[in-house]
Structure formats: C-alpha cells, structure tokens
C-alpha cells in the first residue's frame, strides 16, 4: 500500500464525500465536519479539532472493514476493542467508528475516533491527532494487505462482541463467531448487516 498525498482540510461537509473523487493511496484528513455520518445514515458530529476524521481511498476487498477495524484498534493501543460491525470500544464505551463504502474500483474507509471531547457515555482517547493518523497509516497498509483468514483470526481476538449475547434486528441471542465473508453468527444465523446491542 502506497499513499499519495495527505489532503489536510479544514472544515467540510464529510471526508468520504472528498475522497469519493480521489485515486486509491490517496488520504483526507479534516478538522471539522458539518455533515459527518456514520453507519446507517446516522450523525457524527465533534467540535472542531477535538477528533481524527480522515477518509482513506483503498483497493476494495471482501473483508476491507474488518481489516480496517483491525487497523484502527491496534493504531489506538491496548484495551482498545472491536464492536461488530466496526465500532471502536474502551470498555463498553465507544470511542470511534469507521464506515467503508465501495465501489466496482475503489473503496473508501472514513475513520472517526474521539480524540479530546467525546458525546455523554462514549469515550475519548486522548492522543495526539497527527501520531494516531501516522500509526492508522501504518497499521491499514498492514492489515489491508494481509489475507483474509489472519485478518479474520485477529478480529477474533480483539472482539468485544464474540461470546456476548447481543439482540441484532430484533434477535437475540449468542455471537458465536464471524464468518468468512465478515458476517456476525449469532445462534447459528448469520448477519451481514444490522445494529448490534451487547446484552448484559
């Protein structure tokens, strides 16, 4: 993996939406968003300054956002976990999120991580936002080269949600494991997609 320049912006609506148009090992990095978002259409929103927001132009892979979910755990550290589909947890608190979309040529990996402030009952990580962004370079470049079956054992390993009973779309039940394709098994079904609640 080889990235082109590091687009540093200021404030804009999404980074997805600028890196949309770039080549794949091409970075958007911004202080503010005005119309962040994260899975399922729903807000991200930070004051300015106070979080890593970078959009990262990537080849497109079948198991891209876990590789991705991978990447960004390990860039924050230890007691950083996995949340499927791809939240970012510092206990049951979540401290980030990442949104890939994908096309036919290219896909886009959007990272958010609070960094200094974060909404009531999530967390911050508080680290310097150029360190975080230097290490999640490194740590994509690993992780979206390495084959599936690894990237799969490692999200294993860093997930907060495999052995819990979760209720995804109105099911309840045990994650047991994630499947090849990412998909969560919960009960023996598997769930490509949907919003997961740990249970206690």
Not at 4 to 32: K, M, P
Not at 56 to 80: I, M
Not at 157 to 164: D, F, H, I, P
Request: glycine share 12%.
């Amino acid at each position: 993996m080889h990235y082109g320049e590091v687009l540093r912006l200021g404030s804009v609506g999404s980074t997805q939406d600028v890196a949309r148009e770039l080549d794949i090992g091409a970075v958007v990095v911004a202080e503010h968003q005005t119309a962040g978002r994260g899975r399922l259409d729903r807000r991200w929103e930070a004051p300015p300054g106070t979080a890593l927001l970078a959009s990262f132009v990537l080849a497109p892979s079948p198991v891209l956002s876990l590789a991705a979910g991978v990447a960004a755990a390990e860039a924050c550290g230890a007691g950083v976990r996995l949340k499927w589909p791809n939240d970012l947890l510092i206990g049951d608190r979540k401290v980030g999120g990442i949104l890939v979309e994908t096309t036919a040529q290219k896909a886009v990996c959007g990272v958010g991580i609070n960094l200094t402030w974060a909404p009531d009952g999530a967390a911050a990580l508080g680290v310097a936002r150029d360190d975080l962004l230097r290490r999640l370079m490194e740590t994509l470049a690993v992780w979206t080269a390495s084959p599936a079956g690894v990237v799969l054992a490692r999200w294993r390993e860093l997930s907060a949600t495999l052995g819990r009973r979760v209720r995804i779309d109105g099911v309840e039940g045990l994650a047991e494991d994630i499947g090849a394709g990412g998909e969560l098994i919960v009960d023996g079904r598997p769930f490509v997609a949907g919003s997961v609640t740990h249970l206690p």
